[in-house]
């Protein structure tokens, strides 16, 4: 059975500093997707990445960086010199197979608090 | 622009009223979901859909029921509202096979039954 762990349920960070959301996944497929959403206080998911089992080269979009660690079973996310607009809550998720748009396991969430 | 659409955004609706939620999509979709967020943040799956008159359960048992008679409309209903069923509802689709991208989310149904 597949399974999304988020550790950190709150993070409190101040403007500028760096924040890592930590997320561990299981799985015994071979092949999977895993994902990031954030969730802005306006409710909607919004989809922030896509990385599927057999690349495990990092990504970096901006501030937003990507660490995919297969040994480790990991998949966590960095945010570079935070900024308010940051706060929300962000979702890691993972899709078994090899179809992205099959059913999504999401993490507890972890909601992250960028203080001015 | 949105793909999917929820409808209404917010609702606030007394105990035993029936209530359907409405959730459309133009992408064409074949795969849509419904997930309930309770106020801890955690989403559950409570029905999915993979195509027109395919409709299934999942892993929380929810006392709504789902439709889905159009491949673009995915309605949920409650028939008998209780104030256990505050929440908010979020409906998503998924594009078919070998694509880029999982789920597009709609805005969320927030609802409060008093």
């Known amino acids: 059975a597949q399974k999304v762990t988020q550790a950190q349920t709150e993070i409190s960070v101040v403007e500028k500093e760096d924040v890592t959301l930590d997320c561990v996944y299981e799985t015994r497929d071979t092949t999977y997707y895993l994902f990031w959403y954030k969730q802005p206080p306006s409710g909607e998911l919004v989809f922030l990445i896509r990385?599927?089992?057999?690349?495990?080269q990092n990504e970096i979009s901006g501030r937003y960086s990507w660490n995919f660690q297969k040994s480790t079973s990991s998949f966590n996310f960095t945010i570079t010199a935070s900024q308010v607009v940051d706060s929300a809550v962000y979702f890691c998720?993972?899709?078994?197979?090899?179809?992205?748009?099959?059913?999504?396991?999401f993490g507890g969430g972890t909601r992250l608090m960028v203080k001015p | 622009e949105a793909d999917i659409y929820q409808t209404p955004r917010y609702l606030v609706i007394g105990t035993g009223k029936k209530i359907t939620l409405e959730c459309s999509q133009t992408?064409?979709?074949?795969?849509m979901y419904w997930y309930q967020q309770d106020p801890g943040m955690e989403l559950h799956l409570i029905h999915y859909s993979y195509g027109v008159n395919s409709t299934e359960k999942g892993d929380l048992s929810s006392e709504s029921t789902v439709s889905r008679i159009r491949t673009e409309h995915f309605p949920l209903t409650l028939e008998s509202a209780r104030p256990s069923h505050t929440s908010q509802y979020l409906c998503a689709s998924s594009p078919p096979l070998h694509r880029d991208y999982g789920y597009t989310f709609g805005s969320g149904t927030r609802l409060t039954v008093v």
């Open positions: 992408m064409g979709h074949d795969k």
């Open positions: 990385r599927n089992s057999f690349d495990e």
């Open positions: 998720a993972l899709s078994e197979g090899n179809n992205a748009g099959n059913m999504l396991t």
